[in-house]
Nanobody, 126 residues
């Protein structure tokens, strides 16, 4: 069992930045992949970015590539999502997730990750 707690969401103007954090507890993360997903009202949940905790390999969705950066701090068991040049279409609830499958599998959401955080709201005003 992995417990995940997100923070860092909020209201920001278009073009601005936010950094989301996800603190993980309950397991040693070396064998896990962790990632960020988002869900806008009326839309399906979609993949944003993933990272292999042991190798540091990252995957980023094309829709946010060049604007969002995923990273981790092993000493704090914390994953981050730095979001720059935010657009109104980035408005969504952002979820942290963890899974024992690889980060490349996590990026496909097939199957969806096993563990999820409660989500944090990001609202980008235009």
């Amino acid at each position: 069992q992995v417990q995940l707690v997100e923070s860092g969401g909020g209201l920001v103007q278009a073009g601005g930045s936010l950094r989301l954090s996800c603190v993980a507890s309950g397991r040693t993360l070396r064998s896990y992949a962790m990632g960020w997903f988002r869900q806008a009202p009326g839309k399906e949940r979609e993949f944003v970015a993933a990272i292999s905790w042991g190798y540091g390999t990252t995957y980023v969705a094309d829709s946010v590539k060049g604007r969002f950066t995923i990273s981790k701090d092993d000493t704090k068991n914390t994953m981050y999502l730095q979001m720059d040049s935010l657009k109104s279409e980035d408005t969504a609830t952002y979820y942290c997730a963890a899974d024992l499958r690889t980060a490349s599998v996590m990026a496909t959401m097939a199957p969806p990750p096993d563990w999820w955080g409660q989500g944090t709201q990001v609202t980008v005003s235009s």
